[in-house]
């Protein structure tokens, strides 16, 4: 009791005379803001690539897989997508066909806009379906791609950074001319998709096998069924998952890499926010060696007087969190980035933030730890005898 | 000279300051050497990258291409040697230790239009044998294989009699000079992988492509895709180094952050070295005030306060640099090229010494225009 009473007495104390010592102070904060800015405007790069890209993911859509190759590197044979949908717990369209769509997935070159860079866009040629399948899908402009007649639909996100995707532009892919009839949205991907039906596409790259069948199932509950069913079936040799353990997997190294550089880049900022601290308190500590004399003498204990120092390194660490944070969204919240090819938007979210004050108590704790104890040791004769 | 030990001296006055903002300093420049070694790592790829090796591939991606092509590459003006080149996945044992399986025509001087190195003993095994493979040094010691290991690779590939599990026979290794190539691949035959696979049969995934005259490679490159324009395949045209360039590109916005985090270790370290040496300069001015009443000009005395700053900044920064090329070795396993060349290591220290001049400008002016009197009464 005796302990807390003097704690906050020195505390508000202490944090009173602030004035006179500025500079330290300002020099912990600063520190801090920016260590803490670094850190999450750098793991924000993380975050928007893992909210953009589980952002669509619904829990009942389910992803068919070859054993051996996963994405445009996947071979199913027709025969194994036909028998797909007839496993249970898959839901039916309204006209009562269960909703499977089998899809060819082709890596193709498209040009940046203006600079007229070479870059990839993903082309799937999909069979019927494709709008029961991903009720997120809606056309904005034009109409849906017909089959057989080499027509394609681009997601806005095409028309935006590459060139030659506006509505009735012809591209050429594989030496057939094919025309861009719609446009459309789908949910928050910002990155460029393009469907067209699955036989043309198949039949210009004389193909015979799916990347991969994607479907809908009654509730997310019938997965352990279907995949029960699926391992049964001795015929299948696929790999049923999740949306969004696909999609994760398939962003697992690539987040894994930014998260890594984000702690690296992030632990080294904040030793140096450390080694500001600890200066800052030591001469905060020492420019109070007659008050904490003072104080011993007429009876504070030690260990009130040091959690007192520590109490207030934290409390000016804290407000340099808030600061980054702030800035960081400011700065870098929503801006579009494209390292490593495809782009997405930095996110700052409230997870970032509780990491970034984490961060912030661990400086100010580690930074208060030698001057709060240096101020308990003080020798309170030798500091008076100065007066 | 003679102010040396004055300067000496005015630093250990306070040890622990002055040591922490030694510190501060190290960690800083430490940081920013590892951000630039990265940087110029990428660039040196870039720049070691072949010029002369073109690789021909589907001017839409990577789509496969007929072998039909080879004879009218040959037949190009400046080509001197082509072959097809075929890449699938594998996986050794588990699914998490993939590798790429190149498939290459082992015809005589095949490895001059790649940037691999192989003993001619080992080349010449590699073209005897039909399921031969040659293996990356990085690979031999991931996996542990030997020269003689038969290894059982799972592929997507399947094979003439329906499995798809294909074994080669180690017969030696190579090194791969491209800075940016993948290391985990190994080298097997064209022909053998095309007569026993069932489906893609007479196709390949690109050309490599060695022109007669270096100088003459765009050129080259240029012929070959003029000679497939308007056909049914056609090519895209272009040396390793184009292709490390739009490697390069694409991770171009790093740039924009690295510089943010510069600038702000920046700013935080000048505003936490300029506090810390006004406070030191309070501290120590009745010291101020005899010296100039021994005789001290303001002019020396400015000039005293901001060698202290250059000599904290200028060590600390070769420090932490140094500190940050220690580790390179270490850290090159995981960044190819990682490399501090001369020139960034004397931007780094002079943008050291000026953020020293610039941190110990305010000190120093406060005890230049310092009074005597006042100094010595401690005020």
């Not at chain 1, 696909?246 to 894994?256: L, M, P, R, S």
């Not at chain 2, 003006?77 to 699914?95: D, H, L, M, N, S």
């Not at chain 2, 020269?147 to 190579?174: E, K, R």
Request: charged fraction near 15%.
């Amino acid at each position: 009791m005796r302990f807390l009473r003097q704690f906050l007495q020195l505390l508000l104390m202490n944090l009173a005379g602030f004035r006179q010592r500025l500079g330290p102070v300002l020099t912990i904060l600063i520190g801090v803001t920016c260590a803490v800015g670094a850190l999450v405007s750098m793991l924000a790069m993380g975050s928007g690539v893992r909210r953009q890209a589980l952002g669509d993911a619904r829990p009942d859509r389910v992803v068919f897989t070859s054993l051996e190759g996963q994405g445009s590197q996947g071979s199913i044979p027709r025969e194994e997508a036909a028998a797909v949908r007839s496993l249970p717990g898959i839901r039916r369209g309204l006209q009562g066909q269960p909703i499977v769509v089998s899809q060819v997935i082709l890596p193709l070159q498209a040009r940046r806009r203006g600079t007229g860079k070479r870059t990839f866009y993903l082309l799937l040629g999909v069979s019927p379906g494709l709008t029961e399948l991903v009720p997120e899908l809606h056309l904005t402009d034009g109409r849906m791609f017909r089959p057989g007649l080499h027509e394609l639909i681009a997601s806005n996100a095409c028309v935006r950074q590459f060139s030659d995707f506006g509505l009735g532009d012809k591209r050429d892919i594989h030496g057939n001319d094919w025309t861009v009839v719609g446009h459309f949205d789908s949910g928050q991907s910002q990155n460029c998709v393009v469907h067209t039906d699955d036989e043309t596409l198949m039949a210009v790259f004389g193909r015979n096998t799916y990347s991969q069948v994607t479907a809908l199932l009654h509730s997310p509950a019938d997965f352990a069924a279907l995949r029960a069913a699926l391992q049964a079936d001795p015929a299948l040799h696929l790999e049923v998952r999740l949306e969004a353990e696909v999609i994760a997997a398939e962003f697992k190294e690539f987040t894994g890499l930014l998260n890594f550089i984000s702690y690296f880049i992030g632990t080294i900022m904040a030793l140096g926010a450390i080694l500001g601290a600890v200066n800052s308190l030591y001469s905060i500590v020492d420019s109070r060696r007659r008050e904490s004399a003072t104080l011993r003498a007429i009876g504070f204990g030690p260990a009130p007087i040091s959690a007192a120092v520590l109490c207030e390194s934290i409390l000016f660490a804290l407000p340099g969190a808030v600061l980054g944070g702030i800035l960081a969204w400011l700065f870098f919240d929503g801006m579009s980035t494209s390292p490593l090819g495809f782009t997405f938007q930095l996110s700052v979210t409230p997870r970032l933030a509780e990491i970034g004050i984490a961060w912030s108590l661990a400086i100010g704790l580690l930074g208060g730890l030698l001057p709060a104890l240096r101020a308990a040791r003080m020798p309170v004769s030798a500091a008076l005898r100065e007066v | 000279m003679k102010f040396l030990p004055l300067i000496w001296a005015g630093l250990w006055r306070k040890r622990g300051r002055t040591i922490l903002n030694f510190l501060q300093v190290t960690v800083a420049f430490a940081l920013f050497a590892v951000l630039q070694g990265v940087k110029t790592g990428a660039e040196n790829a870039v720049a070691a990258a072949r010029g002369d090796l073109l690789v021909v591939h589907d001017a839409q991606g990577f789509h496969p291409l007929p072998l039909g092509l080879l004879a009218a590459i040959k037949a190009v003006p400046g080509v001197q040697r082509a072959i097809p080149v075929e890449i699938f996945g594998a996986t050794y044992q588990k699914p998490t230790q993939p590798l790429a399986v190149v498939a290459v025509t082992p015809e005589a001087g095949w490895e001059r239009a790649f940037t691999f190195t192989v003993s001619p003993q080992q080349l010449a095994a590699f073209a005897r044998t039909r399921t031969a493979a040659l293996m990356s040094v990085e690979i031999a010691k991931r996996y542990g294989w030997h020269v003689g290991d038969h290894v059982p690779l799972l592929t997507s590939t399947p094979q003439m009699n329906g499995s798809t599990t294909w074994t080669f026979d180690i017969v030696g290794t190579y090194t791969d000079t491209d800075l940016g190539g993948n290391r985990i691949q190994i080298l097997v035959s064209y022909p053998y992988v095309d007569e026993a696979r069932f489906g893609g049969k007479g196709t390949t995934h690109h050309f490599n492509v060695a022109v007669a005259d270096a100088r003459q490679a765009v050129a080259v490159a240029e012929r070959i895709d003029r000679r497939f324009a308007n056909s049914a395949h056609e090519t895209q045209t272009e040396s390793l180094r184009e292709m490390a360039q739009a490697q390069l590109q694409s991770i171009g916005d790093l740039n924009f952050l690295i510089r943010a985090i510069v600038s702000a270790v920046l700013v935080a370290l000048l505003f936490a070295t300029a506090t810390s040496m006004i406070q030191s300069v309070r501290e120590r001015l009745p010291e101020i005030a005899v010296l100039k009443t021994v005789g001290f000009t303001d002019w020396v005395v400015f000039l005293l306060i901001l060698g202290e700053g250059l000599v904290v900044f200028v060590s600390a920064a070769a420090a932490g640099i140094l500190l940050a090329s220690a580790a390179f070795p270490f850290a090159a396993e995981f960044v190819r090229g990682i490399s501090m060349p001369a020139s960034m290591i004397v931007i780094g220290v002079a943008s050291a010494a000026l953020a020293g001049l610039l941190s110990a400008a305010i000190p120093a002016l406060l005890s230049a225009r310092l009074r005597v009197a006042a100094g010595l009464a401690g005020r």
